[in-house]
Each structure stands twice: as C-alpha cells, then as structure tokens.
C-alpha cells in the first residue's frame, strides 16, 4: 500500500486550482468594475438633486438663457464633474397666443443636466423641475418666443 501523490496528481490538482482562481478573479474584476460603476452613478444622481435644489431655491434666474458650472474636485471625488441648466417658461394663465400680463402666474420648467467622466467617457444624469413664478418684465421675451401662454 502506498501513501502520497504522485507528481501527475498534484499537478493536474494546481492547474484545476489555477483555472478556478482565474474564473474568481475574473468575477471579481467585474464585481468591481460594477460597484464603481454604480458609486458614480449615484453620486451623479446626488449632484444633480442638490443643485436642482439650488436652482429651484434661486427665484430670479433668466428665463431661457444657458447656465453652467463646474464642481470643485473634493465634491465629485476628483472626477472631472459639471452642471447645464435653463428655465423656461412652461406655462401660463393667458389665453393660447396671447402674451400675459405683468404678475400673472405662470409655470416655470428647469432643466438639469449634470456630467462626469468616468472611464475616458462622459456620463450624465437628467433633471426635470418644475416651480410656480409670476411674470416679471425680464420674462416678456422667452414669453413671446414660446408663442405666448400655453
């Protein structure tokens, strides 16, 4: 009776442990991979929560006029992140094709987009809001751009 393995044993058990260490390393590469993925998607999200907040907070913002900024590195985890925003009239109390009147209420819609890049790409999240406002004299020309009231 013999006690041991021989050589073709114990080799042919490091390659199987070998294949099954590459397959857990492959998995776990892509776990990663997709964690990171997700932790940069959610911190997008939360830029772009709290600068729509800021946005929304802000009541003097020009109807239809490009705004955009860039977040300071020790806010986005030192990835390269920045916003894109404008206010538009969306609705208002007047008539279809009529331009309202000074102080009617109206309905303003703020879009968001906010950026980052991760992996040599651009990523970015989408925001939608939506306040109510009066018309104020500055409002009167993104007023008649839309063709008055909706």
């Not at 260490?21 to 997709?34: D, H, K, Q, Y």
């Not at 985890?77 to 008539?95: C, H, I, K, N």
């Not at 989408?126 to 009167?140: C, I, K």
């Amino acid at each position: 009776m013999r006690k041991g393995f021989t050589l073709l044993e114990v080799l042919v058990a490091t390659l199987l442990m070998g294949i099954a260490v590459a397959g857990l390393m492959g998995g776990l590469r892509t776990s990663l991979s997709n964690a990171a993925r997700l932790t940069d998607s959610a911190r997008g999200t939360a830029l772009a929560r709290r600068q729509m907040d800021e946005l929304l907070a802000i009541r003097d913002l020009p109807k239809g006029v490009p705004m955009e900024g860039r977040y300071p590195p020790q806010a986005t985890g030192g990835v390269e992140a920045g916003w894109r925003a404008r206010v538009l009239p969306f609705e208002t109390q007047a008539m279809p094709g009529q331009v309202p009147a000074m102080g009617t209420r109206m309905l303003e819609r703020i879009e968001l987009l906010v950026w980052w890049k991760s992996g040599g790409q651009e990523r970015h999240v989408e925001l939608t809001g939506y306040r109510g406002a009066r018309v104020r004299p500055e409002d009167m020309a993104a007023l008649q751009a839309m063709g008055g009231g909706r």
